[in-house]
């Protein structure tokens, strides 16, 4: 995978799981659960937009893909669970790719923050979990 194809699917999962976390932060059972899920969604949306900047300045084009991504009407605590797998799934592929040195040290704070906070997604979610 070149690194501007790494660098859209980095968008487009952050833009995926910001839609994700919202529609979850809907069903949630409280106001602390909401407001957990709400912080993760507005952390997955500032990464995308730190990737988006950083194609933008690699290639000189803009992607804005539309993404569309629905709980398919899963019961909230699998959603969790579920979730909380991909987190850290990802997390280990952050830090892969921040290890091998993909791109120059400001796509590499970028996939460090990105990390850092997938793996603090990963966590959240299994806090959320244990409050049901």
Do not use: W
Not at 3 to 24: A, F, H, M, T, V
Not at 58 to 74: E, H, I, K
Not at 104 to 127: C, M, P, R, T
């Amino acid at each position: 995978m070149t690194l501007p194809e790494s660098l859209r699917n980095y968008i487009d999962e952050g833009l995926s799981d910001c839609e994700y976390y919202k529609q979850l932060a809907e069903i949630a059972p409280d106001q602390v659960s909401k407001q957990v899920i709400y912080e993760m969604a507005n952390d997955e949306m500032r990464h995308a937009e730190e990737f988006k900047v950083i194609y933008h300045s690699m290639t000189g084009d803009y992607y804005n893909p539309s993404v569309t991504t629905a709980l398919q009407r899963r019961p909230y605590r699998e959603s969790l669970q579920d979730k909380s797998l991909s987190e850290g799934y990802r997390y280990g592929r952050y830090m892969s790719d921040y290890n091998r040195g993909l791109g120059d040290a400001i796509l590499l704070g970028s996939l460090f923050g990105a990390g850092v906070d997938k793996n603090l997604h990963s966590i959240a979610l299994l806090y959320l979990l244990s409050r049901l």
